[in-house]
Antibody
Framework: EVQLVESGGNLVKPGGSLRLSCAAS????????INWVRQAPGKGLEWVSS????????SYADSVKGRFTISRDNAKSSLYLQMDSLRADDTAVYYC????????WGQGTLVTVSS | EIVLTQSPGTLSLSPGERATLSCRAS???????LAWYQQKPGQAPRLLIY???SRATGIPDRFSGSGSGTDFTLTISSLEPEDFAVYYC?????????FGQGTKLEI
């Protein structure tokens, strides 16, 4: 069974940093691109970032470019999102999701940016 | 950036009825890189349809997708009580990936 478990969400002040993690199991993690998608409270879905299976290709939404860094450790079947210079509009549930078509999703982790 | 516009914003139907949800792209998706997701309250989204018309694993055949170019449709042939949720389309033809704003399907 495919499982994705996000962690690291918390309350942080504007300008602060946070590192999210996504632990994967039940599939060949190293063979798949992985993505972060977020959802602000009561709002729709927004793609944040993607990383290819070997980390050769990385892309970001304009809204987070220069502030967020995606990475992965295939040996640990884990995905990360380093979030710096956080702003109030980064407040959202952050999901990790697999592949090009976002086949599988974790349950999400809540990031709240507030003073 | 490709903008996806979903209509209607809210669709009120009853179990057993047919639901037709629309997703219009601001430019042509010249390949079939469009997906549909279902999201229930408090849950993560779930992939229903990819490649415009292919059902994801475990998705019942009452769900079907169609379309081409800029106009795409998700059809639920006969609504079951568990189908009432929010539905999103998403294009993976071009970066950035974009989602529609969602259609809420309510009883």
């Amino acid at each position: 069974e495919v499982q994705l478990v996000e962690s690291g969400g918390n309350l942080v002040k504007p300008g602060g940093s946070l590192r999210l993690s996504c632990a994967a199991s039940g599939f060949a993690f190293s063979n798949y691109a992985i993505n972060w998608v977020r959802q602000a409270p009561g709002k729709g879905l927004e793609w944040v970032s993607s990383i290819s299976s070997t980390s050769a290709y990385i892309s970001y939404a304009d809204s987070v470019k220069g502030r967020f860094t995606i990475s992965r450790d295939n040996a640990k079947s884990s995905l990360y999102l380093q979030m710096d210079s956080l702003r109030a509009d980064d407040t959202a549930v952050y999901y990790c999701t697999t592949g090009i078509t976002f086949d599988y999703w974790g349950q999400g982790t809540l990031v709240t940016v507030s003073s | 950036e490709i903008v996806l516009t979903q209509s209607p914003g809210t669709l009120s139907l009853s179990p057993g009825e047919r639901a037709t949800l629309s997703c219009r792209a601001s430019q042509s998706l010249t390949s079939t890189n469009l997906a549909w997701y279902q999201q229930k309250p408090g849950q993560a989204p779930r992939l229903l349809i990819y490649g415009t018309s292919s059902r994801a694993t475990g998705i019942p055949d009452r769900f079907s997708g169609s379309g081409s170019g800029t106009d795409f449709t998700l059809t639920i042939s006969s609504l079951e009580p568990e189908d009432f949720a929010v539905y999103y389309c998403q294009q993976y033809f071009a970066s950035p990936r974009t989602f529609g704003q969602g259609t809420k399907l309510e009883i």
